[in-house]
């Protein structure tokens, strides 16, 4: 029996970049998976595989709607699916290919197959065969990631009543396709074949698009989407039906006033959040916990009911994403090296892959009045800035909330070009408790995108933007 200092059961972004951290601490590490590559959701069937269509599907509205503005003139552009599908389908492969050599370069054992505790120190794998392989680990990290979500009343035929994994590898370009839910999931798939040509349709329960995020946003995404790829939407309907004809996928849904509203499409994308994937584990046998949704219970240093087993990334509380599950892997490793790491996850920021981007990070605005705490805001349109006239850009705006007394940056809310990787100087900002003024005074240059956070910052401090 092959024995490990660690063992991690799960190889999403969690689980491998919590592996590499061990193999660092000097660990002998092992990853089970189950999948014959690893990777996770993230790399096979959700972040990777999805960006990779949304920036192919740009790339084709562009072309189809702005190119002619640029002065560019080409025949009518038309969509070839599968060369679509095929290229998302490399970059899948070159980056789990990219993982799998961080595994061999790093010193890692990858033991493929479903991996069950016995005890709370000793796991049976069992790969695609049926042959089991047990190991020992001292310590063992959970990191098995979620599985999509659905209504108890629907069934999902993988055909035409899908998930986001089946979006991903569609053979045809939806002529109607009605998304229920209106998350970030489903309006980044929505995104994807709205811009291909499809009528999409949003059924939300909610009154609002992206709940959990600051309202602002959600109301100029709306706005955006409805405008720029005549995206439907139905806010404040509960689905109560889904049933399929043939080719024809009926939803039925109640309004806020009780009227029954009825939706017909050939697709029908449930899109209802993420579940904990904990099957098969046998945690019980180890003695590990769960809460009453499913997620694993741990204490602030991710530790489960079993001292020496952890868990990270969406099977316990907290946002479900990837670079949380990578910040919290790699906290594990070094906790158990005996290290103080430390994660502040009120500094996380979330981010949407639309166009316009959607990014935030802290509280909302929402969440401040809740609290009680007193702020100013200030904010900047993307309509003022000269680079994002200069791209054609210029839908959404960037938000800065700060402390009304020490104008320290509470949070920072972006829709706009670029703003997933420009949300990265809000994090670094406010890492270091840094003030609106702060920003204010930084010379950003000219011209940026970048420049935009400066000037809502400028407002924020003393209402001084120096551009509206």
């Known amino acids: 029996m092959s024995k490990y200092d660690v063992a991690i059961i799960g190889s999403g972004p969690g689980g491998y970049v919590s592996a590499i951290r061990c193999a660092q601490l000097g660990f002998k590490t092992a990853i089970i998976e189950k999948y014959s590559t690893l990777g996770g959701t993230c790399l096979n069937v959700g972040c990777i595989p999805s960006k990779a269509l949304l920036d192919s599907s740009e790339h084709f509205h562009q072309a189809k709607h702005q190119f002619k503005d640029h002065g560019i003139e080409i025949n009518e552009p038309t969509i070839n699916i599968a060369q679509m599908i095929g290229r998302k389908n490399e970059v899948v492969s070159q980056t789990c290919d990219g993982v799998e050599f961080l595994m061999k370069k790093n010193k890692i054992d ?138 024809v996928v009926v939803v039925k849904a109640n309004n806020k006033k009780g009227e029954e509203v009825v939706l017909e499409s050939d697709y029908c994308l449930v899109s209802v959040g993420r579940t904990p994937y904990t099957q098969g584990l046998n945690l019980e046998s180890a003695g590990v916990k769960v809460d009453d949704r499913g997620r694993i219970d741990v204490n602030g240093n991710l530790q489960t009911s079993a001292a020496n087993i952890y868990a990270i990334g969406d099977v316990i509380k907290g946002a479900m994403l990837a670079h949380k599950a990578e910040e919290e892997g790699v906290f594990v490793a070094e906790l158990i090296a005996g290290q103080k790491p430390h994660i502040d996850y009120n500094l996380i920021p979330g981010v949407i892959y639309t166009w316009p981007e959607v990014a935030a990070v802290g509280k909302t605005e929402e969440q401040l009045k809740a609290d009680g705490v007193k702020f100013k805001s200030g904010s900047f349109p993307f309509k003022a800035s000269g680079r994002a006239r200069a791209s054609m850009d210029i839908d959404g705006f960037i938000k800065v909330l700060a402390d009304a007394q020490t104008d320290e940056i509470l949070g920072v809310h972006m829709i706009g070009p670029r703003v997933a990787d420009m949300i990265a100087e809000a994090v670094v900002a406010m890492e270091f408790r840094a003030s609106a003024e702060d920003i204010a005074r930084i010379c950003h240059a000219h011209p940026t995108f970048t420049e935009s956070f400066k000037e809502a910052a400028l407002d924020a401090t003393e209402k001084r933007a120096l551009h509206i």
């Open 110 to 247: 990858v033991i493929q197959g479903m991996g069950a505790f016995k005890d709370a120190t000793h796991i049976v794998v069992t790969d695609a065969d049926g042959k089991t392989t047990e190991i020992e680990a001292d310590k063992t990290i959970i990191a098995t990631g979620s599985k999509p979500a659905s209504l108890p009343f629907i069934q999902l035929d993988k055909d035409r009543v899908i998930t986001s994994t089946e979006a991903l590898n569609l053979k045809e370009v939806p002529k109607h396709l009605i998304v229920i839910g209106g998350g970030v999931i489903g309006l980044e798939l929505g995104s994807v074949y709205a811009r291909l040509g499809s009528k999409v349709s949003v059924v939300e329960y909610m009154d609002s698009i992206i709940p959990e995020m600051d309202k602002a946003l959600a109301k100029e995404l709306k706005k955006v989407l409805t405008k720029q790829l005549g995206f439907k939407f139905y806010l404040n309907h509960g689905v109560v039906d889904v049933s399929r004809d043939g080719d």
